[in-house]
């Protein structure tokens, strides 16, 4: 696959075939993404990858945890406020991802049970999670998790998986902690669930929208 075709063609995956991805394929994406860049090749990410049963565990408590009515308590501040731009950008997706599972904004039933779904990681098969260490300057290692996820999810792409990065995997840090052993001297950063997509599923094909240079770009 040409890059740019990649970058244009990979999207957020909301559902899965039941198929588990091969822990040797997954292997082979993990080592080829650690040729990403980072602030003086410091190469600041930790990688937890979760299948089968434990990821199963996982699904379900994450999922009986909102549920439950408890408030997200992660190791990042999760953020409360957008600008008017970002808040629409925001609503227009939601939009999407509701129209495409025919889900009415006002059926607050149908949204409960797909946000649930959305706790459940979709019922993809794997998980990886990104920690790094909290000695370290929080804003540098964000920025180098960030582009170590973005190949890491292009890598998957290229080769036939698809990706979605997901704040819900990190949203109870307590339990992450819990399940997957991550220690206390750890920052809990960002997650990504992967798997086989599901070609007919609408909510894998609804159009999606990206702004204009003139909206972002400005030249001096």
């Known amino acids: 696959m040409e890059l740019q075709e990649a970058i244009r063609s990979r999207r957020s995956i909301r559902q899965f075939l039941a198929k588990p991805v091969p822990e040797d394929l997954i292997r082979e994406i993990l080592a080829d993404s650690f040729w990403a860049p980072s602030w003086g090749n410091t190469q600041p990410w930790e990688i937890v990858v979760v299948s089968g049963d434990k990821l199963d565990e996982f699904k379900k408590k994450n999922e009986e945890t909102l549920l439950a009515g408890q408030a997200a308590q992660t190791d990042i501040p999760m953020p409360q406020v957008w600008p008017e731009a970002y808040l629409n950008r925001y609503k227009d997706l939601g939009q999407g991802v509701l129209s495409s599972l025919a889900i009415d904004?006002?059926?607050k039933e149908a949204r409960l049970l797909h946000f649930a779904r959305m706790f459940g990681l979709f019922d993809a098969p794997a998980l990886i999670l990104l920690t790094v260490d909290k000695e370290l300057l929080l804003e540098y290692a964000m920025l180098d998790v960030g582009i170590y996820l973005q190949t890491f999810c292009l890598l998957a792409h290229?080769?036939?998986?698809?990706t979605c990065i997901m704040a819900v995997t990190v949203s109870y840090a307590d339990l992450v902690r819990e399940l997957?052993?991550?220690p206390e001297t750890k920052r809990?950063?960002?997650g990504a669930i992967l798997g086989w997509p599901d070609p007919e599923a609408p909510v894998n094909h609804f159009e999606?929208?990206?702004g204009s240079l003139e909206?972002?770009?400005r030249w001096v």
């Open 158 to 162: 290229d080769r036939g998986l698809g």
């Open 105 to 107: 904004r006002q059926d």
């Open 180 to 182: 997957f052993s991550v």
């Open 208 to 210: 999606r929208q990206r």
């Open 215 to 217: 909206e972002f770009v």
């Open 188 to 190: 809990i950063v960002m």
